[in-house]
Nanobody, 123 residues
Framework: QVQLVESGGRSVQAGGSLKLSCAAS????????MGWFRQAPGKEREFVAV????????DYADSVRGRFTISRDNAKNTVYLQMNSLKPEDTAVYYC????????????????WGQGTQVTVSS
C-alpha cells in the first residue's frame, strides 16, 4: 500500500510559478512511476506529466511541455511538479499517482492516488 499526499497548491497570478510536492509512504518508492494529473471544474481529469522510477524517463502533455518540469527525489520519497509561466487554464485540482508498471499517460495504469491540491491561476 502506498499513500500519497500532495502539497503546494495555492492561488497565483498568471505568469507566476508554483512547485507542487507529493510525498509517498512506503519503502519501494523508486519502483513506482509517478504521474501528475489535473482536473478542472466541469472537465475530465487529464494527464500532465510522468516520471519513471529511476527518473531517467519523463513525458509531458503538450499543453504544459516547456513550462512544467517533473522530478523526483527517491531518498525523500517525493515527486515534484515545477510549474512556470502559469496560465488561467492551468487552474485545476492537481493529483499525483503511482504506477507499479511503466511510466504512462493512462489513468487506468495507476494504482494509488493522492487527494489532490488546488491550483488557481488568476488573470
Amino acid at each position: 500500500q502506498v499513500q500519497l499526499v500532495e502539497s503546494g497548491g495555492r492561488s497565483v497570478q498568471a505568469g507566476g510559478s508554483l512547485k507542487l510536492s507529493c510525498a509517498a509512504s512506503g519503502r519501494t518508492f523508486s519502483s513506482y512511476a509517478m504521474g501528475w494529473f489535473r482536473q478542472a471544474p466541469g472537465k475530465e481529469r487529464e494527464f500532465v506529466a510522468v516520471i519513471s522510477g529511476s527518473g531517467r524517463i519523463t513525458d509531458y502533455a503538450d499543453s504544459v511541455r516547456g513550462r512544467f518540469t517533473i522530478s523526483r527525489d527517491n531518498a525523500k520519497n517525493t515527486v515534484y511538479l515545477q510549474m512556470n509561466s502559469l496560465k488561467p487554464e492551468d487552474t485545476a485540482v492537481y493529483y499525483c499517482a503511482a504506477s507499479r508498471t511503466i511510466a504512462t499517460r493512462l489513468e487506468v495504469r495507476y494504482d494509488y492516488w493522492g487527494q489532490g491540491t488546488q491550483v488557481t491561476v488568476s488573470s
